[in-house]
T-cell receptor
Framework: DSGVTQTPKHLITATGQRVTLRCSPRSGDLSVYWYQQSLDQGLQFLIQYYNGEERAKGNILERFSAQQFPDLHSELNLSSLELGDSALYFC?????????????FGNGTRLTVT | GENVGLHLPTLSVQEGDNSIINCAYSNSASDYFIWYKQESGKGPQFIIDIRSNMDKRQGQRVTVLLNKTVKHLSLQIAATQPGDSAVYFCAENMENSGYSTLTFGKGTMLLVSP
């Protein structure tokens, strides 16, 4: 068990809808990262927060947004959903704000858009 | 599994054999590397990391070798067990527009038969 908790485990929704994915980092970790894993793209970095502030952005669509709250949990909001957004969404956390320490991943949220 | 659509390279070994999983990384400036293991239905699990000032690091039953000259990373698993069956990813830490990102390879599927 990595100590990173993601909810829900599964989410099925329709095109055009909006969903929120939630992540609780490991105790003591200040950085939260969101990744998308799809069948044809592998693990793609979306966005990183450190201690409540956005630190880095990757291949995140404008329809997607995230935030990290004072208690360090994070939410990833996906709106105007399209079929191609169906994927596994992983949250990871680390102690520091750089990638020079291991990321610890949760077990993901599987999003299915129908 | 989640990665079937990627047509992952597959390594099939017998229980008790030693396994070697290879990874070619892209950026000669990358300075930190991590190996992850992903079992079906779970998030990537940290195995071992190595910094660019080292060329070898050992863990429990695992060894990572780094050859910066040819930008090659390998993961050696001793006495492979059926529980080692999973997809293995290498990841490199590279600078990108002033911040670091952790970029994952496409993965290798390891199948261990008893």
């Amino acid at each position: 068990d990595s100590g990173v908790t993601q909810t829900p485990k599964h989410l099925i929704t329709a095109t055009g809808q909006r969903v929120t994915l939630r992540c609780s980092p490991r105790s003591g970790d200040l950085s939260v990262y969101w990744y998308q894993q799809s069948l044809d793209q592998g693990l793609q970095f979306l966005i990183q927060y450190y201690n409540g502030e956005e630190r880095a952005k990757g291949n995140i669509l404008e329809r997607f947004s995230a935030q990290q709250f004072p208690d360090l949990h994070s939410e990833l909001n996906l709106s105007s959903l399209e079929l191609g957004d169906s994927a596994l969404y992983f949250c990871a956390s680390s102690v520091r704000d750089s990638y020079n320490s291991p990321l610890h991943f949760g077990n993901g949220t599987r999003l299915t858009v129908t | 599994g989640e990665n079937v659509g990627l047509h992952l390279p597959t390594l099939s070994v017998q229980e008790g054999d030693n396994s070697i999983i290879n990874c070619a990384y892209s950026n000669s400036a990358s300075d930190y590397f991590i190996w992850y293991k992903q079992e079906s239905g779970k998030g990537p699990q940290f195995i071992i990391d190595i910094r660019s000032n080292m060329d070898k690091r050992q863990g429990q039953r695992v060894t990572v070798l780094l050859n910066k000259t040819v930008k090659h990373l390998s993961l050696q698993i001793a006495a492979t067990q059926p529980g080692d069956s999973a997809v293995y990813f290498c990841a490199e830490n590279m600078e990108n527009s002033g911040y670091s990102t952790l970029t994952f390879g496409k993965g290798t599927m390891l199948l261990v038969s008893p």
